[in-house]
């Protein structure tokens, strides 16, 4: 029997390792395949290339840019996604400050390179004590470097021209989770309440002690979040 692909988008900055528990969790039972964009500056691109490289049905996992990726795959090939997840993301486009922030992070790390950044992030994304954790910061570290210069640049620049997306999220009719950290400081759960009101039968599940990292931050409750989901869906989409 074929395995169902499950698809995972990467956050900014992030790689295949922001991933790792989930997919540990779920490889046995799902076929997972893990994205993380460097080369493209634009969703659009981003989506023509996640879509070339699964099959026409796919359950799409998307946490933070992978969320507005997720929202342009909505848009250009709605009918090939069967199931949705959305971690730690928001429909809203950016406001005003948002968008001076990512031009900012261009010119920093234009100016003096990724690692000119890198110390930034923990404290930006992460719940505090997390951001204490020596093993938390070296792997962002990590991840950071390995998405690179050109990278973080591509994907400001993807991020900066996204539209608002809660039209996009109101004509889904497949199985959506939507999971958030309690204390994500950059896209909060009134984000994420909005965005489950926008899907009938949207699930909304709420990570405690965890700021917007969760896969990372929080990935037992996390896995075991998608683990229990996954099989309850897979029994509705059989039927």
């Known amino acids: 029997m074929q395995r169902s692909v499950l698809a995972f988008a990467c956050a900014h ?10 997919v540990a969790a779920l490889q046995s039972r799902y076929d997972c395949r893990v994205f993380a964009f460097r080369d493209h500056d634009s969703l659009r691109d981003m ?27 909505l848009r250009v090939a709605p009918g090939r996604v069967e199931r949705l997840v959305l971690i730690d993301t928001t429909a809203v486009a950016d406001t005003p400050a948002r ?56 994907q400001q620049a993807a991020m900066l021209a996204r539209p608002d997306s809660h039209a ?20 909060p759960v009134a984000d994420h309440e909005a965005m489950a009101r926008c899907v009938p039968g949207a ?24 683990v229990d989901w996954l099989h309850e869906t897979d029994d509705a989409l059989a039927r």
Request: net charge negative; proline share 5%.
């Open 203 to 226: 699930r909304i599940e709420v990570i405690e002690n965890c700021g917007h990292l969760s896969t990372i931050e929080q990935p037992e409750a996390v896995s075991r979040v998608l």
């Open 168 to 187: 996009d999220l109101s004509r889904v009719r497949v199985p959506t989770l939507i999971l958030c950290g309690r204390q994500d400081p950059v896209t």
């Open 13 to 22: 900055l992030a790689d295949e390792r922001l991933y790792a528990a989930q």
């Open 47 to 73: 989506a023509d290339d996640l879509l070339a490289a699964v099959p026409e049905k796919f359950t799409l996992i998307g946490l933070s840019l992978g969320g507005y990726l997720a929202f342009e795959v």
């Open 99 to 154: 968008r001076e922030g990512r031009l900012s992070d261009i010119a920093k790390v234009e100016a003096g390179g990724i690692d000119a950044l890198i110390p930034e992030l923990p404290r930006r994304w992460l719940l505090p004590a997390h951001a204490q954790r020596a093993d938390l910061v070296a792997l962002m570290a990590d991840m950071a470097r390995a998405i690179g210069a050109r990278g973080q640049r591509n």
